[in-house]
C-alpha cells in the first residue's frame, strides 16, 4: 500500500523561510523511503522548493489551481503554470476553498478533470462538517462530494488521491477518532468504485489535527494510506518526525 505524506502549508511562509524549511528537511529525507513526502506551499513559494528540494525524493505540491489552461482569469494559476514550476500534486476542493471562498462540487470537479488530463496528481479533500456529523449525514456528504467530483469520469481513477478531512476536525486540535476515520474511510473506498469502478486501487489520506504522536494510528488503518498534513507540517524538523513515525507504524 502507498503511504502518502503530504504538507498543506496553507498561507503561511515568506520565500525565506521556505528555503530555511529546504535546508533543513533535506538533512532528513533518506530517513523518507518507501513514503511519498509532498509538499504544497503558497504558490509563491513554490520556486523556492523547486530549487531547494531539487534531486531529492520529496515532491511539490500546490494547494489549489484554476481548470482553464489560460486566458482571461485574473489572479488565477491554471496547470501548466503549476507543470513549469516542477509541481506533481495539486490539492483539489480543501474544505478552506469550498467555504471561504466559494468553490463548489461543479468547480471542484473541472479542477479535477484539469488536473488530471494535465498529468497533475490531484488530492481531492472531502468531509462533512460539525453539524453534518451531529445529524449523522456524514456518508451521504461523503457520498454527495465524491459522486459530484467523480462520477461518470471516463478514467480509471489511476493517479487520483483522495483526503477524508472532516471540517470540524481541521486546525482544531480535535482529530477524528481512528475508527471513524476508518469507517469514512472505508466509505469512500466503496463510493470511488461504484463511481470508477476502480476504488480498490485509490489512496486515502486521513486530514486534521494529524501530528507526530497520532499518525501511526491512521496509517495502520486498513482504508487508509497517509495523511494531509497543516499545522504539523510548519516546522522542518517535527514534520520529519511524523514522517519518520508514520514509515514505522507500517
Ligand atoms: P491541520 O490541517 O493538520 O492543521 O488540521 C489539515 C488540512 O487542512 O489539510
Redesign the pocket.
Known sequence: MELIIAA?W?MHKTIAEAAAFCREIIGCAEKFSGAEVIICPPFTALQTLRDGLKDRSIKLGAQNMHWEEGGAFTGEIGPFMLQDLGVEYV?IG???RRRLMGEDNTAVRRKLQAALRNGLRPIL?VGETDAERTRGETDEVLGNQLRKALGGLALNGSGIVI?Y?PVW????GKAASPEDAEKAAAYILHEAEACLGCGDALPVQY?????QDNIGDYVSLPSVSGA??????LEARSFSKLIQAAREAL
Do not use: D, M
Not at 169 to 172: D, E, K, S, V
Open positions: 498543506n496553507k490539492i480543501h474544505s478552506e479533500c483526503a478531512e476536525a481541521i486546525g482544531t486530514g486534521g489535527s494529524v501530528n494531509l498534513v497543516g499545522g504539523a507540517s
